[in-house]
């Protein structure tokens, strides 16, 4: 296993749309062991594959608050049925959009069908917070990030932010 490096905004490569997976094989799963220690290395809850450069549609997520318990869940292929009108409102953070928090609705139940790590057929009913992180993590798959949900002054300003720090200044 090996951490990788986490893309962040702004970078084209975020707005992709992730291509499906065709079959849930070694690569795939050596894949998803990596994402999953990237992932615990940077301390977040859900990391999408384009978010380290691989436009593959997989996440992995584990949303345990237990210290030293984990719960790793593996995502190929999902996708998002019977959404609930109902929404529930959390504060958003994400590796990609680093430091930056917003609040952001979305339906507050959803049911996902998915392949899981050994390409098995599942079905997941999904609510509160495992909704919301699984809703954000199908975002990355059609290139959507959280920002995307603010208005476009919230937006630009976050942006405007990021890029700043992304460059290296230097007073000599
Ligand atoms: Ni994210």
Redesign the pocket.
């Known amino acids: 296993m090996a951490v990788k490096t986490i893309i962040t905004e702004p970078n084209p490569l975020l707005r992709q749309i992730s291509k499906p997976v065709d079959k849930v094989g070694d690569e795939e799963r050596l894949l998803m062991d990596d994402m999953l220690e990237t992932m615990y290395a940077a301390n977040g809850i859900?990391l999408?594959a384009i978010?380290i450069g691989i436009p593959k549609r997989i996440i992995v997520m584990d949303i345990c608050k237990e210290e030293n318990k984990k719960e790793p869940r593996y995502f190929v292929n999902p996708v998002i049925k019977n959404k609930d009108i109902l929404k529930s409102t959390y504060e958003e953070g994400?590796?990609?959009v680093p430091n930056q928090f917003a609040e952001v609705d979305r339906p507050k139940k959803c049911d996902i069908e998915y392949l899981d790590y050994n390409g098995e057929k599942k079905i997941l009913k999904a609510e509160g917070l495992l909704a919301t992180c699984i809703q954000?993590?199908i975002d990355?798959l059609e290139g959507i990030?959280?920002i995307d949900y603010l208005s476009k002054l919230k937006k630009s300003m976050i942006i405007k932010k990021l890029s700043k720090n992304k460059s290296t200044r230097i007073v000599v």
């Open positions: 859900g999408a978010q994400c590796l990609s954000h993590e990355h990030l959280f």
